[in-house]
């Protein structure tokens, strides 16, 4: 691994393969342990958490659903500001217990716009987990249940994440040369 350039920008080496991995198959044991017998609906945010989607889910060793969908914010009126809608949730969350896949949690505007609507269908249990998070640039508090990486607010690449477009099918983490 080396620094390497995305349309205008360098980018080195963060978080390797291995230890992306390592990480991911102890969240995928934790949640394994803590929700066995209850059959969890696993809700990944696309495009960002494509990655880390597919390999939680692949290490899971319990039995667990999972659905994708993409969350789309647009201006409201005046009154109700921003509002965030998700497409492809076509299950019923009502009595589920469900876990949010998120590859970062950034300033976490939109998953605090978000959780209330799947509140609203009374799951019986809702936990979250991200990848990352950056807690310098949390600016609306979410409950993060299971994290793999707190990091600098720094901009980051690969592993589902993308600059512009590119960059998201590198199988490592990188960080903005700055
Ligand atoms: N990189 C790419 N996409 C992102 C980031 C980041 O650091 N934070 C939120 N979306
Ligand atoms: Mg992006």
């Known amino acids: ?20 991995q390592q990480r991911i198959r102890e969240l995928a044991a934790e949640i394994s342990k803590d929700l066995q017998g209850e059959r969890p609906l696993f809700i990944a945010i696309l495009n960002g958490s494509f990655m880390f989607a597919a390999d939680v889910f692949k290490y899971l060793t319990i039995e667990a659903e999972i659905s994708f969908i993409k969350l789309v914010s647009y201006k409201g009126t005046k009154s109700t500001g921003n509002v965030v809608t998700s497409i492809g949730l076509d299950e019923d969350l ?11 949690v950034d300033t976490g505007k939109t998953l605090s716009q978000f959780l209330p609507q799947l509140e609203h269908q009374q799951p019986k249990k809702l936990v979250i987990a991200a990848l990352l998070t950056k807690p310098e640039a949390l600016q609306y508090k979410i409950p993060i249940d299971y994290l793999g990486f707190s990091v600098p607010n ?23 040369v700055e």
Do not use: C, W
């Open 154 to 176: 720094k901009f980051l690449l690969g592993y589902g994440l993308d600059y512009d477009g590119l960059g998201r099918n590198l199988p490592e983490i990188y960080q903005l």
């Open 94 to 104: 009502y009595g589920r217990t469900v876990v949010i896949l998120e590859d970062i």
């Open 1 to 20: 691994m080396s620094v390497i350039q995305v349309h205008d920008k360098k980018f080195q080496p963060y978080i390797n393969a291995v230890e992306l």
